[in-house]
Structures are given as structure tokens and as C-alpha cells.
């Protein structure tokens, strides 16, 4: 059969709401014309993350029921300690609420101010703790990784060359930990090849260096690894996973992707005297070692959502689901960041709206006019999510300017998938009538969140 269909049938269902173009105008404007202050019923298909917005199984919410919210010892814990063992191989399993505690833990233990911490690319949540914490994130993303219109098989990878000149030029006394997330989510979900993982590490461990995995998505790079990379066709997602691990000495997840859950997150490493640092932490600001934040019922869902993210036909869908979106917008000139990656497609505001520089928006513009022609909502990933000033006052953009619709997993059908094609085809109909914004108010830290905008007349 040559029928893509999706691999589960729906046994609960939740209404979307519908809404006219006056009324989407109007919420625009309520909402600063920032996405993120939308209301769920203002919108109609919501591609603003795949994080916690993933569909739970029918056994998954079976499993909730018979979570143990003891406080010390749950045997809810041990299951899930015991998921995310066989997946990594990682001794100490630290559970948080979701990835960004992961984060500010691990770089609450590891790092000093003044230090530099590099990655293929960092997530906002990952730069922002790194940068709260006083220390620098670096990008060394690949020549290649930041050209939204080349095709290549693994454009999330990290330039090694480039972070072997870093740590030369920075001195490896002061990188305390160096990172590759899989797959590279500010980079257009792009998958990370085997080999850029062993190498990395090989480069790390010559000079001292600890290497940290952010695997969010290990699952969805690790199925990209077994159609692209060569010796890896025959091998399990579960193989392909261990090896993937086996390079790193600790990882931090957000369990809101690839653990097929609503919440949840971990730090997972094999030091001792970090792991005990980490847990430290955890008890003053997330919780008790075996529940770190969650509710107990929580970390059961996680442990059966690690066993269904592990299946073939689902990554299969998953990651065909996305491609089948970027194969309608090619239909109609959309232009997207190339190829698909695993979780959302990218649209590339650049080549979208050449006539709006990057220090007014493109991105955002375009995320206001698709909500505003369908109420699908997606988000900005540029100026807005990484643009800086330099001292003059003057924008610094960040490579790209993109505007992601992510996917949640299990959540929408191929009909759901065509409305959101048609609305982009809309929206890029328009894009002469594009117009410029400012910021009229932000905060000190990941802005996108909160800032306000306004339109430049
Ligand atoms: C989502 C995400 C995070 C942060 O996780 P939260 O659960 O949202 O706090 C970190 N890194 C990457 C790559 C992510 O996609």
C-alpha cells in the first residue's frame, strides 16, 4: 500500500475552534501582535511548539493511574529510572520538571561566569540559562546548516573545525562542558550524523572537555541516522540510540518531545561528584531526587512514553508527516528551510519577505499574517527569538530568519496538515502587503516570549 496513513486511531476527541478574519484581526491586536499572548480558543491549529503538546496513548494514560505519588522511593520513578537507563546508559537518572531546570542545574554545577560553553546551535531556553548564569553560548553550526535553501543529509551537525579553533582560541580551562543537541531545533530540527557525535566527542575528550548531549529529540535524530547514514539501514532505533549516548558523559532532556508526554525532563550523566552536586540543587529548587518536580503519575507516562517513541511506524509517520507539509509547500513556491527536519517545518522569512530587513521582524510579520488568514499559529525563530545590539544600538541578526511550525506529535491528521499548507499559500499570496514592526516593550531575558510590537506605518 502507498497510502501514508496515521499509525494510531482516535479514541478521544477535543473541538478546535473556529474563527473569521475580523475576530483573528482583533486578537492580533490584543496580543501585541505577539503570537505567544494568543488564547488557545483564538486559535484554530496551533504550531507554536511540539513541547508537552504531544497526544498520550490510550496505555500511557492507563499507566497514570497507577502512578505512586510517594514522596521518597516511588516505584513510578524506578520505571522511569529504569526507561531512561536503557536508553542512555548513563548511571545517575536526575528527573526535573521540564528541560530548562535540566539546564539551569547542570549549568548551576558546571559552570563559572566568564566561561563558554559551545553547541551545534543552543535553544533559546539553553542559551538563556547559560547566559544567566554569566557564561557565554556558542554556535558552531556548519557552513552548510545555515543555508535555509542547500539540501544535505545532516545540516544540525557542529563544525568541528570550528570548535577546535574555540577551544584553542578560549582555552579549554575555561569550557567547562561542550554540547550537541539532536536534533538541532534553532537550526531547522536538522539531524546530527553519527559520526559528527563520535568526532565531536573525540575533539572534547583530547582536550578534557565533558560532552553533554541536549537530546530532546534523540529519537527523531536517531531514525534520521538509520535513513541517511551509511551502516545504520539494519540497526534499531533502541541501537542507534545506545551508540548515540555512549559517546557522551551526561545528557539533559525536555521529556516534552520525545518522551510523549505533556511534561517532564531529566539530567542524566555518569560523574558521581556532579550527579551529587546535581541532586543538591535539585532538592533547594525542584524537588526530592525520585520525582524532581513532577507529579509521580508523571514519570510513569514518561516511562511508556519512552517505550512508544522507540517504534519504527510512529517515527516513520512522524517524520513523514513534517516532509509531507514541506512537499505542499514546495507545490506553491512557499519557501522553507530544506529538507524538512523532524519535528516542524521551517519557513525561511529571508526568501518569504525580502522587503523587510531583519531588524524589523520578517519572521514575526509572516507568524501574524498565517495567523491572521487561518488562525494557525507558528512561531518566530530570528530576530526577534536571537537578535542582539551591539553597543551602537545597531541589530545583529542571527544567521537565519525562520518561522517554525512545529508539529505536536500525534495531535493532528493529513487534513489538519493540508489546512496548514493552504494558509501558508494564503499568507504568502500577501507578502507584498508585509509590513515592518518594532519592539515597543521587552524584557531582560528570551524576549520572544513576552515583548510587544507594533507595526511601523
Ligand atoms: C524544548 C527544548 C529545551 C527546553 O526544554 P523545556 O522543557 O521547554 O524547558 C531545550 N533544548 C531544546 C533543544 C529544546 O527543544
Redesign the pocket.
Known amino acids: 500500500m502507498k497510502t501514508r496513513i496515521e499509525p494510531f486511531k482516535i479514541k478521544s476527541v477535543e473541538e478546535i475552534p473556529m474563527t473569521t478574519v475580523e475576530q483573528r484581526e482583533q486578537f492580533l491586536k490584543e496580543a501585541f501582535y505577539n503570537p505567544f499572548y494568543l488564547k488557545s480558543e483564538q486559535i484554530t491549529i496551533d504550531l507554536l511548539t511540539d ?2 503538546t504531544t497526544a498520550m496513548s490510550a496505555k500511557q494514560w492507563g499507566v497514570l493511574m497507577d502512578g505512586d505519588e510517594a514522596y521518597a522511593g516511588s516505584r513510578s520513578y524506578y520505571r522511569f529510572e529504569n526507561a531512561v537507563k536503557k536508553i542512555t546508559g548513563f548511571k545517575h537518572i536526575i528527573p526535573t520538571h ?4 535540566a ?1 539551569r542545574i547542570l549549568f548551576g554545577v558546571m559552570c563559572k561566569a566568564g566561561q563558554t560553553i559551545p553547541n551545534n546551535t543552543h ?1 533559546d ?2 542559551r538563556g540559562n547559560i547566559e544567566y548564569s554569566g557564561a557565554n553560548a556558542l554556535d558552531l553550526p556548519t557552513a552548510i546548516g545555515t543555508r535555509p535553501d542547500l539540501e544535505a543529509d545532516f545540516k544540525g551537525n557542529i563544525d568541528l573545525d570550528k570548535l577546535r579553533e574555540a577551544i584553542v582560541e578560549i582555552g579549554p580551562e575555561n569550557i567547562p562542558l561542550g554540547m550537541i ?1 539532536v536534533t538541532n ?1 534553532s537550526g531547522g530540527g536538522q539531524p546530527v550524523s553519527m559520526e559528527n557525535i563520535r568526532e565531536t566527542k573525540k575533539i572534547l575528550a583530547e582536550y578534557g572537555i565533558p560532552f553533554f548531549i ?1 537530546c ?2 534523540f529519537a527523531e535524530n536517531a531514525y534520521f541516522i538509520k535513513l541517511r547514514e551509511k551502516g545504520y539501514e539494519n540497526k534499531s532505533i533502541m541501537e542507534i540510540a545506545n551508540e548515540m549516548f555512549s559517546y557522551a558523559d551526561g545528557c ?1 532532556m ?1 521529556a ?2 520525545d518522551g510523549l508526554s505533556n511534561t517532564g ?1 531529566f539530567i542524566a550523566l555518569n560523574d558521581d561528584s556532579i550527579a551529587e552536586k546535581c541532586r543538591t540543587l535539585l532538592i533547594v529548587t525542584e524537588g526530592f531526587p525520585t520525582y524532581g518536580g513532577l507529579a509521580r503519575r508523571d514519570l510513569e507516562a514518561l516511562a511508556q512514553g519512552f517505550e512508544e517513541v522507540m517504534d519504527v511506524n510512529y517515527l516513520k509517520y512522524r517524520i513523514e508527516q513534517v516532509q509531507y507539509l514541506g512537499e505542499l509547500l514546495d507545490k506553491d513556491g512557499v519557501p522553507f528551510l530544506r529538507p524538512t527536519g523532524g519535528h516542524a517545518v521551517y519557513i525561511d522569512a529571508k526568501a518569504f519577505a525580502p522587503n523587510i530587513a531583519p531588524q524589523y521582524f520578517p519572521g514575526q510579520a509572516i507568524a501574524n499574517e498565517l495567523y491572521r488568514v487561518s488562525g494557525v499559529r507558528g512561531v518566530e525563530i530570528g530576530s526577534v527569538m536571537f537578535g542582539k545590539e551591539d553597543e551602537n544600538g545597531n541589530h545583529i541578526a542571527p544567521p537565519m530568519e525562520l518561522v517554525r511550525l512545529a508539529i505536536p506529535r500525534r495531535v493532528y491528521t493529513k487534513s489538519h496538515i493540508e489546512y496548514v499548507a493552504e494558509a501558508c499559500v494564503e499568507a504568502y499570496k500577501n507578502r507584498n502587503e508585509l509590513k515592518p514592526l518594532k519592539i515597543t516593550w521587552q524584557p531582560q531575558f528570551l524576549r520572544h516570549f513576552t515583548a510587544k510590537f507594533e507595526y511601523i506605518k
Open positions: 513541547s508537552g521540564q528541560g530548562r531546570a539546564e535553544f531556553t539553553t543537541t531545533n541536549d530532546c529529540r539533559t525536555s516534552k518531545k525532563g
